[in-house]
């Protein structure tokens, strides 16, 4: 995909144990690649990640649980966005009338956050909430998001067990925390 030349900054997030979705900005004036190849799509980054103008933005979110390399290359004829597989002997032949399907690549653009927001809620609801799938699924509360391995303890635990009943969730999950205290000296 070549976007016009005027794209020229990145936002994407890098991902590692206990410092998922680590939000990086890119200034694209050389060529630029980032990738997973841990074979889960968070494992190095996460796979999506947004160019943007001086009044538009395009989001791109690659919908695999695997690999994937991306690679921005501005130029004169515009931004150039090559998203592939990361194993560079990775071949496939494909005959004259045969075909081959890469993961779904979602591509939104947006000219202010507000309508971004808007925009992936209705598709949301348009779409994805529709599945029978999702009538299947129990709510869960993950508290790793909330504490970040800090300030964790039984009470507060037990604090967010009754809000979620409350709010009818169906479980709770005792992501992180549980090993001891937040301190670096601390042997793991």
């Known amino acids: 995909l070549v976007l016009p030349?005027?794209?020229?900054q990145l936002t994407y997030c890098t991902s590692g144990w206990?410092?998922?979705?680590?939000?990086?900005?890119i200034s694209l004036t050389a060529d630029f690649s980032f990738e997973n190849t841990r074979g889960r799509s968070s494992g190095e980054c996460s796979p999506f990640f947004t160019v943007s103008s001086s009044d538009l933005s395009v989001d791109f979110a690659i919908c695999t649980s695997g690999n994937y390399r991306v690679?921005?290359?501005?130029?004169?004829?515009?931004l150039q966005i090559t998203i592939r597989e990361p194993d560079p002997s990775f071949e496939i032949?494909?005959?004259?009338?045969?075909?081959?399907?890469?993961?779904?690549?979602l591509i939104h653009s947006y000219s202010s956050q507000r309508q971004s927001y808007y925009e992936k809620h209705l598709y949301q609801q348009q779409t994805m909430l529709r599945n029978p799938f999702f009538e299947e699924l129990p709510v869960l509360y993950n508290h790793w998001w909330a504490y970040i391995d800090?300030?964790?303890?039984?009470?507060?635990?037990?604090?967010?067990?009754?809000?979620?009943?409350?709010?009818?969730?169906?479980?709770?999950?005792?992501?992180?925390?549980?090993?001891?205290?937040?301190?670096?000296?601390?042997d793991s």
């Open 93 to 105: 032949t494909v005959q004259p009338g045969q075909s081959f399907s890469y993961p779904t690549i």
């Open 150 to 186: 800090k300030y964790i303890d039984e009470d507060t635990i037990l604090e967010n067990a009754r809000i979620a009943q409350a709010l009818g969730v169906d479980m709770l999950v005792l992501d992180s925390g549980w090993y001891g205290k937040d301190d670096p000296e601390e």
């Open 18 to 25: 206990g410092s998922e979705c680590t939000q990086q900005q």
């Open 71 to 78: 690679t921005l290359s501005p130029g004169d004829a515009g």
């Open 5 to 8: 030349a005027s794209f020229s």
